[in-house]
Nanobody, 123 residues
Framework: VQLQASGGGLVQVGGSLRLSCAAS????????MGWFRQAPGEEREFVSG????????SYADSVKGRFTISRDNVKNTVYLQMNSLKPEDTAVYYC?????????????????WGQGTQVTVSS
C-alpha cells in the first residue's frame, strides 16, 4: 500500500485546511486509517482515526470539535478537515493505514505510512 498525503500549507489562526491521503491498493476499503502529527522536537502523536466503513471515528482530545475525519472508499482517499486551527496544530501530518479495519491510537499498529504534509498555523 502506498499513501500520498497532501493539502498542507500555511494558514492563519482560526483558518481551515483539508488534508487528503490517497491510497493505492484494491483493499483500501478494508483498512483502518489514521492521521498522526509530529511537531519539531516532539513525538509523533495520534490525531484521528476512522474504521474501514467510516462508521466509527476517534479523535485526540486536543482536536475534538475542530477536526473531522472522513473517507471515500471509491476514491481510495481519506480526509482530515481541520477548522479553527491553532498555532499548536503546527506539525507534519502523516496518514497511516492498518490491515485491520479498526482504528488504533498506537503508531505501531499501522503497517503503512505516507510521507507527511506540513501544516503551519501562524498567529
Amino acid at each position: 500500500v502506498q499513501l500520498q498525503a497532501s493539502g498542507g500549507g500555511l494558514v492563519q489562526v482560526g483558518g481551515s485546511l483539508r488534508l487528503s491521503c490517497a491510497a493505492s491498493g484494491r483493499t483500501f476499503s478494508g483498512y483502518g486509517m489514521g492521521w498522526f502529527r509530529q511537531a519539531p522536537g516532539e513525538e509523533r502523536e495520534f490525531v484521528s482515526g476512522i474504521t474501514w466503513s467510516g462508521g466509527s471515528t476517534s479523535y485526540a482530545d486536543s482536536v475534538k470539535g475542530r477536526f473531522t475525519i472522513s473517507r471515500d472508499n471509491v476514491k481510495n482517499t481519506v480526509y482530515l478537515q481541520m477548522n479553527s486551527l491553532k498555532p499548536e496544530d503546527t506539525a507534519v501530518y502523516y496518514c497511516a493505514a492498518r490491515r485491520l479495519g479498526y482504528t488504533s491510537l498506537g503508531l505501531n499498529e499501522y503497517e503503512w505510512w505516507g510521507q507527511g504534509t506540513q501544516v503551519t498555523v501562524s498567529s
